[in-house]
């Protein structure tokens, strides 16, 4: 919910500044929920034309519930205080890291789901991509693969593929058998993949977008 609102003044302003009466979103991961959470909670469903999600935990990560469960309270105090840290270093003020992990818990989502229901007034859309395997991408998201391939099958290293399916669902394809993580999908890594041009990967959802008239 704070994230969210933050959103809508950062999408108030923009609208202000530009003059257009909507806008088209692309989030990628936690930002899909938070987006939602504006149009469906917050009335910015009046000035967003079309809700594109990218690797978003829709229905949770089963991983987050597991992991939460299984870890001791001190290591989990000190990973988010570790957490808390480099987001404070990057310019957060107030920086809340379990928080935002809860919000990706499966029964976080199961619960508050309902309360974040599609507006009919905006068109969404949902982009997913896989690992072929835990050497496709280094930790944590090599952990993460093992973890929720055992628990929910194909995944990225956070999001498994069902989870992100919300809205009209595209997949997300390479020509080398390692797959994309959930970090590539954003050049986390700064890698070239053969076939997976990150950069025009974008440039096409933007151009189609355009040409459905968004």
């Not at 959470?37 to 519930?65: F, Q, R, W």
Request: net charge neutral; aromatic share 8%.
């Amino acid at each position: 919910a704070k994230s969210a609102e933050e959103l809508k003044q950062t999408i108030l302003n923009v609208l202000k500044e530009t003059g257009a009466e909507k806008v088209n979103i692309i989030a990628h991961s936690k930002g899909g929920l938070d987006s939602r959470y504006a149009i469906s909670c917050l009335g910015m469903d009046k000035y967003v034309a079309t809700l594109t999600t990218i690797n978003t935990p829709h229905e949770g990560c089963d991983m987050v519930d597991f992991l939460l469960e299984k870890l001791p309270d001190g290591l989990k105090k000190f990973i988010e205080k570790r957490y808390n840290s480099i987001f404070s270093k990057l310019g957060d003020t107030a920086p809340d890291f379990m928080a935002g992990v809860i919000d990706l818990s499966a029964k976080t989502r199961k619960r508050d789901n309902p309360l974040m229901s599609d507006s009919p007034d905006v068109v969404y859309r949902s982009y997913m991509s896989t690992m072929s395997s835990a050497g496709s991408a280094g930790f944590p998201l090599n952990i993460g693969y093992m973890l929720i391939k055992k628990l929910n099958g194909d995944n990225d290293g956070l999001v498994w593929i069902e989870s992100a399916k919300h809205g009209e669902f595209y997949n997300f394809t390479t020509k080398q058998k390692r797959g994309i993580s959930h970090g590539d999908v954003i050049d986390l890594m700064r890698e070239n993949i053969e076939g997976f041009d990150v950069r025009e990967v974008y440039v096409d959802i933007v151009s189609n977008l355009k040409k459905c008239g968004y």
